[in-house]
């Protein structure tokens, strides 16, 4: 039984490109969520999404930040324009219902 | 009110030795009290968690002991060896949001041989 797979594991970007984040859950989990962990801090809760709705974004900047996790496929964490301070750590997280998370191995985003 | 203060920020423990970390918050809405162990290059992994309905619970080596009335709960790790050098969080939840995990800023552990 895999666990939550994310990918890439590292994504290197220029400012003001896009970076997209992909998440596939364990087998027979339907909630995902989507975290960042800053440099020597904790992780921020950024995102709540079932299976093609978004059930909480209440951690989720303004601007320049989408996720979707649509019917068939994983999970997308879109940023667009990216600026220095998004470069972070983007955990993955499912759970069969909204307890217990899982968490996947992260995607490093650097921005140069 | 939403934070989860965690200390200390680094521990030195020797092999065979007790490691405590300690952790505060302000918010009595909090009901759900992880503790998440996360090792280089990969995600934090679930250690052992409680609610305040208990004051103190036990897996192998690891205990949570929970302190309602001074909002404060701890992570002991008895007889620590080397393979539990990691980052250890803390971690606190509404019950309604569960999923909304509020985590500390991590303290990160080092067991000598």
């Known amino acids: 039984n895999a666990g939550v797979m994310q990918n890439p594991r590292h994504l290197v970007r220029r400012r003001g490109q896009e970076a997209r984040l992909r998440c596939s859950p364990m087998?027979?989990?339907?909630?995902v969520y989507w975290y960042r962990q800053l440099p020597e801090e904790g992780l921020k809760f950024m995102v709540y999404?079932?299976?093609?709705?978004?059930?909480?974004e209440s951690g989720m900047p303004k601007e320049r930040f989408s996720a979707e996790f649509p019917k068939e496929g994983p999970s997308i964490l879109r940023i667009q324009q990216v600026v220095r301070g998004d470069s972070a750590a983007y955990f993955c997280?499912?759970?069969?219902?909204?307890?217990?998370?899982?968490f996947g191995s992260g995607t490093q985003l650097s921005v140069l | 009110q939403q934070q989860v203060k965690q200390s200390p920020q680094s521990l030195i423990v020797q092999k065979g030795g007790i490691s405590i970390i300690n952790c505060a918050y302000e918010n009595t809405a909090f009901d759900y009290f992880p503790w998440y162990q996360q090792f280089p290059g990969k995600g934090p992994a679930l250690l052992i968690a409680i609610r305040p309905d208990v004051s103190e619970k036990k897996e192998g080596r690891f205990t949570i002991s929970f302190n309602k009335s001074a909002k404060q709960f701890s992570l002991h790790i008895m007889d620590s060896q080397p393979g539990d050098s990691a980052t250890y969080f803390c971690?606190?939840?509404?019950?309604?949001?569960?999923?909304?995990?509020?985590f500390g800023s991590g303290t990160r552990l080092l067991v000598r041989p």
């Open positions: 997280a499912s759970s069969p219902r909204d307890e217990k998370l899982f």
């Open positions: 971690a606190a939840s509404i019950e309604d949001s569960s999923y909304k995990l509020i």
């Open positions: 087998k027979g989990h339907s909630h």
């Open positions: 999404l079932q299976k093609e709705n978004i059930i909480d």
